[in-house]
């Protein structure tokens, strides 16, 4: 399993952001679509990120498509979503 025993709320965090676009980061990774160390980057900027509340509370709402603006791992998400119809 990938996953961050050091960083697991930074780690849910960047899980949850990614899931409301469509995308699965450890599968990401398996399929070769992120690399391991790029997936390390994203969950240290969470961790780093002063808007752990906002993310919270957003996470806690339903049917997002993308994570918003505020998120800055977004770009990297938004790179590995499918494509909308």
Not at 26 to 35: K, Y
Not at 69 to 84: R, T, V
């Amino acid at each position: 399993m990938i996953g961050y025993v050091e960083a697991q709320r930074a780690w849910w965090m960047a899980h949850g952001m990614a899931r409301a676009s469509g995308v699965h980061l450890a599968r990401a990774v398996v399929e070769g679509w992120l690399t391991r160390a790029e997936l390390a980057r994203m969950v240290d900027r969470c961790e780093t990120c002063g808007r752990l509340c906002d993310c919270q509370a957003w996470l806690a709402e339903p049917r997002h498509e993308a994570p918003p603006d505020f998120c800055g791992i977004a770009p990297e998400i938004a790179s590995l979503a499918p494509a909308k119809p």
